[in-house]
Structure formats: structure tokens, C-alpha cells
């Protein structure tokens, strides 16, 4: 099921910003932790960082603390600034049922959007 749809991804110079979004389509999603995941070629999925439903807990990979931001409103939306070229890779929305389950069996993802830091 296709219920995420990120936006927002694209080319960014290293030092730079870049916001993206991610609109769930049905309205019970509001009531799941979701989160960022990223996937660099030949490397493993990883969280990014993970907000609770209400918006008043999150947790954050330690290479991006203090760089990116979570925030939940009518979309979930990562803040990243102070790009690096290792935060090359393709991201991913995501939604569980519990912090625990996120991004494992019975997550929902979203298609992916690309993120390029240039050097």
C-alpha cells in the first residue's frame, strides 16, 4: 500500500538546507510514530529520525542530531541543515504502530525521494 508520498528531495550543495515532506493519503495515520529512514548504495537502511503521534517525543540518528529536525503537523517534515555529502541517499517516510515496530513488519513506506549533498 502506497499511503506516504514524499516530496522535496533533490540536489543541495554541503553546508546547505533542505526540507522534505511527507503527506500520509488516510487520516488514521495520524495516530502512528512515523519517521525518516535513508538508504545510501551498498549500505543498509537506517532510522534518521522518528516522531511520536502527538508530536511530543523524538529520536534521532546520532550523525544528524542537532543538524535535522522532525516536526508533525499536516505533514511530517525533516528539517536538515549543515549537509554533508555522507547524508547522500535516498529517504524514506515511514509509519508504524509503535516505536518498536517501525520499520519492521507492518510498516508502511513511502516511495522514496532522492537527496544529493554535492562537496
Known amino acids: 500500500q502506497a499511503l506516504l508520498l514524499e516530496s522535496g528531495g533533490g540536489l543541495v550543495q554541503a553546508g546547505g538546507s533542505m526540507r522534505l515532506s511527507c503527506a500520509a493519503s488516510?487520516?488514521?495515520?495520524?495516530?502512528?510514530?512515523m519517521g525518516w529512514f535513508r538508504q545510501a548504495p551498498g549500505k543498509e537502511r537506517e532510522l534518521v529520525a522518528a516522531?511520536?503521534?502527538?508530536?511530543g517525543g523524538t529520536k534521532y540518528a546520532d550523525s544528524v542530531k542537532g543538524r535535522f529536525t522532525i516536526t508533525r503537523g499536516n505533514t511530517v517534515d525533516l528539517q536538515m541543515n549543515s549537509l554533508r555529502p555522507e547524508d547522500t541517499a535516498v529517504y524514506y517516510c515511514?509509519?508504524?504502530?509503535?516505536?518498536?515496530?517501525?520499520?519492521?513488519?507492518?510498516?508502511?513506506w513511502g516511495q522514496g525521494t532522492q537527496v544529493t549533498v554535492s562537496s
Open positions: 516522531i511520536h503521534w502527538s508530536g
Open positions: 515511514a509509519a508504524g504502530v509503535d516505536v518498536r515496530a517501525l520499520g519492521g513488519q507492518g510498516t508502511y
Open positions: 488516510a487520516p488514521w495515520l495520524s495516530r502512528y510514530v
